[in-house]
């Protein structure tokens, strides 16, 4: 057996050769990998993903609160529930609450914990690097919602125009905390959209080409790719506005030579395709529930991959129809007019596609499939008004209206929203091992289907009557107080409908804790590889890594033809799904740096909106992260992962001792694919 002077010092040996104590100390990895302990420390995709989808969820409360705040100021004419400053800092803080701390990260929710499931993988190619992007989103946006206590939150819309974000029209420190706060949550997305990239590109299970990959997974790669490109766009616009208002730079004011449209191109170029980053996620959990509980395959899948792509190419080509009434040339106004009516081509074919899957099949209409069936008809609706923005003539009418605020709420509520609720009835079993009541659940559906619809289709009215968005109130004379009156009241329809969410989560689980049913590992008949484990999924993810030689490898290996071309089944689920009771499956161990360094960055913000000095414990706490993430062990023997204790292999052939967590996993991952035979053959 080797020793440790032989060895890299980054590997430490097992066993014997550990001297006693801990010769790392502060710097080695901790142990906890259950209790709720193990959730500060985890670097598991599948905690990290649950994470995100309950801090989105919580977020969504706390954007719901601000919508109804709205709608209550808007309910009657001439109301002062909310004085005009702090309803500009609502609606801007509900805008931004939606859109970076709701749909992103519940999206992110699905990436991480699915992603990895949907390609065979055990893992994503950096796990600390996940839960680093996690936690500095997640402090990010403690950072941004802790304005209220500093004077108040942003109050210059979620685009932040200038020059209405210059010191001179918003001179509290809510602009502040808005350029600082997206900042740091930036850097997380970032690093988990290159992250969740190199896993796609590089951790697929043998044989998964990547036209063998779920649609999901799919669309998860192009919002990854679209985040790697659009995010240093915004980056560099937030950076301009921090030194703009922190440091008297004059980026974007004009009486010193600044130029407030440059804020608008760098904003829409992120802007536009940051739609389609919100929307893509839900397309692709259409694209899994409608063939589940259609009993057929997806129709067209190439046709769906390929306008996936289309609308992530095209989608940085169209992002100057927001500023048609900028005063922008003609000739520029013809281009993206143009390019804004083609991007409704793929969208078109995705549309189509999905009424194919649904056309002749067995539909079996659970909660998770009326979920997605409403997704293809309010994303139909919104993206019928949206071509109406292509045409620059109307735009300039729409602008700014209440026609707008329409539009979008049927794109990102009806579209993106509905959809991820569709993923939570779906994948519930599989992350939690019990079901979410499919009665309750209903309620859940149709109040909130018809709460979106009596909220959202009256701004359609008021827009085309003038009422113009971000107006804090109203006279009685204008005839916008009956729509505003059935928004409000379709606003306490969804409110309700939300309570019945909450509600059925909480009966589900005491259910559960009562008469456990368990769901097994393929409650759906389902076709991805994902429904091939147990319910909830093993630590570990896979005993053997699944050799993939069809697209739906797992409804292959289910069902085949017979003579007549007729469906049948060919072998039972119980015997193609992999039994629990794994062992010698080597896993990353857990680590607190990512959330030492994560701390780091809001002390660093504080200190750039107050006092300056007030950097340096951040900075400090940054880079004790930084260190202590680089001299940790890879392989901590103490760590509490219990496959740890398994026999080493031999590192003294030099390369081993310098693998890293991903080398590490993808190493088993090649050991086990050059295995002569997987424990299930395939059966179709």
């Known amino acids: 057996m080797s020793t440790i002077s032989q060895r890299s010092p980054l590997a430490l040996p097992p066993g014997a050769d550990q001297p006693s104590g801990n010769p790392l100390g502060l710097f080695a990895r901790p142990t906890a990998t259950s209790g709720w302990k193990s959730w500060f420390t985890t670097v598991d995709h599948k905690k990290i993903g649950i994470m995100y989808g309950v801090a989105a969820l919580f977020f969504f409360l706390v954007g719901g609160f601000e919508a109804i705040l709205i709608r209550l100021q808007l309910a009657v004419p001439g109301n002062d529930l909310l004085s005009a400053d702090l309803y500009n800092q609502v609606f801007t803080m509900h805008g931004l609450t939606m859109v970076f701390l709701v749909v992103m990260p519940l999206a992110a929710a699905f990436a991480n914990y699915l992603l990895p499931l949907q390609i065979g993988a055990r893992d994503v190619a950096f796990p600390r690097m996940n839960a680093l992007s996690l936690w500095v989103w997640l402090l990010g946006a403690i950072f941004f919602n802790t304005s209220w206590l500093f004077g108040g939150g942003a109050d210059g819309g979620w685009f932040g125009y200038a020059p209405n974000s210059g010191v001179a029209f918003t001179p509290g420190h809510g602009m502040d905390f808005y350029a600082v706060g997206l900042l740091i949550m930036g850097i997380g997305s970032t690093v988990s959209a290159v992250n969740l990239t190199v896993t796609v590109l590089n951790m697929r299970t043998p044989g998964m080409t990547l036209m063998k990959m779920p649609v999901f997974t799919w669309m998860t790669f192009i919002v990854q790719v679209l985040l790697v490109f659009a995010l240093p766009v915004i980056t560099v616009a937030l950076f301009l506005l921090m030194f703009d208002r922190l440091f008297g730079a004059s980026f974007f004011d004009a009486s010193k030579g600044g130029d407030p449209l440059l804020w608008e191109h760098l904003f829409w170029i992120f802007g536009h395709p940051e739609v389609y980053i919100m929307i893509l996620p839900s397309f692709g ?13 997806i129709f067209g899948y190439p046709f769906m991959v390929g306008s996936g792509i289309a609308i992530g190419f095209m989608g940085w080509g169209v992002w100057a129809h927001h500023m048609f009434a900028s005063g922008m040339g003609p000739i520029s106004v013809l281009a993206f007019s143009l390019a804004t009516m083609f991007i409704a081509v793929p969208t078109g074919v995705k549309i189509l596609n999905w009424c194919a899957t649904m056309y002749g099949g067995r539909l079996k209409f659970t909660v998770a499939m009326l979920f997605s069936v409403a997704v293809v008809a309010m994303f139909t609706i919104g993206g019928l008004s949206g071509v109406a923005h292509a045409v620059a003539p109307a735009d300039t009418q729409q602008h700014d209206t209440y026609f707008i605020v329409a539009h979008f709420h049927y794109v990102l ?36 289907l018809i709460g979106f619809n009596v909220t959202f289709a009256p701004m359609h009215m008021l827009g085309l009557q003038g009422m113009m968005r971000r107006t804090f109130t109203y006279t009685d004379n204008q005839g916008f107080d009956i729509w505003n009156l059935v928004a409000t009241v379709g606003v306490g329809i969804l409110t309700v409908s939300i309570l019945i969410f909450i509600w059925n989560v909480i009966h589900s689980y005491r259910a559960h804790k009562a008469d456990a049913v368990d769901p097994g590992p393929d409650p759906w008949d389902a076709r991805s590889l994902e429904w091939m484990i147990p319910s909830p999924t093993p630590e570990y993810n896979f005993d053997e890594l699944i050799v993939v030689e069809e697209f739906d490898e797992f409804w292959h290996r289910k069902y085949g033809h017979d003579e007549d071309g007729r469906l049948v089944r060919i072998a039972k689920t119980e015997d193609v799904v992999q039994k629990p009771g794994a062992t010698g499956v080597h896993l990353p161990s857990p680590s607190y740096w990512p959330l030492v360094m994560s701390v780091g960055l809001p002390l660093v913000g504080y200190g750039l909106i107050f006092n300056l000095w007030w950097c340096v414990p951040g900075a400090l706490l940054l880079i004790l992260g930084i260190f202590g993430w680089v001299l940790e ?12 204790d398994e026999p080493e292999p031999d590192r003294d052939a030099g390369s081993a001792g310098e693998l890293v967590e991903g080398d590490a996993e993808a190493g088993d991952a090649a050991e086990e694919a050059a295995a002569p035979e997987t424990e299930e053959a395939p059966v179709g």
Do not use: C, Q, T
Not at 285 to 293: D, K, Q
Not at 423 to 447: A, D, R, T
Not at 633 to 644: I, L, M, S, T, V
């Open 633 to 644: 062990p890879a392989d901590d023997p103490h760590g509490g992962h219990e496959h740890h």
């Open 285 to 297: 959990i259409v694209s899994e529930v409608l063939p589940v509980f259609s009993r057929k395959p």
């Open 413 to 448: 509520f009806g579209g993106a929203l509905l959809g991820l609720f569709s993923g939570i009835y779906f994948w519930y079993p599989k992350m939690f091992g019990m079901f979410l009541n499919e009665k309750i659940g209903k309620w859940h559906f149709w109040l909130m």
